[in-house]
């Protein structure tokens, strides 16, 4: 039972520090000149091949590809909004 409960807590202490992080790694991006569409293309790919990995794995053979399309949909429209309306 302990082991379940550090891995939850690990990964609690991953998304936090992750999201905390994301507006600066914005504020730095945008002052370094990088194009905005290119930039969040990228940050939702890498999100979405992660998710989808992670779905390939533990989802059955016979929902993955449903759940890995709306994971993929889902993070890239997530991180489209958080992104557009970050301070800069």
Excluded at 25 to 32: D, F, M, P, Q
Excluded at 53 to 67: E, G, R, T
């Amino acid at each position: 039972m302990i082991p379940s409960r550090i891995f939850y807590l690990a990964m609690l202490f991953a998304v936090g520090i992750s999201y905390s992080l994301l507006f600066s790694i914005n504020k730095l991006a945008a002052e370094a000149g990088l194009p905005y569409v290119a930039y969040e293309f990228w940050h939702s790919l890498g999100g979405g091949l992660m998710l989808l990995l992670l779905c390939l794995m533990m989802a059955p053979k016979s929902s993955a590809s449903y759940y890995s399309e709306r994971g993929v949909l889902s993070r890239c429209t997530s991180a489209w909004r958080t992104n557009f309306n970050s301070p800069v």
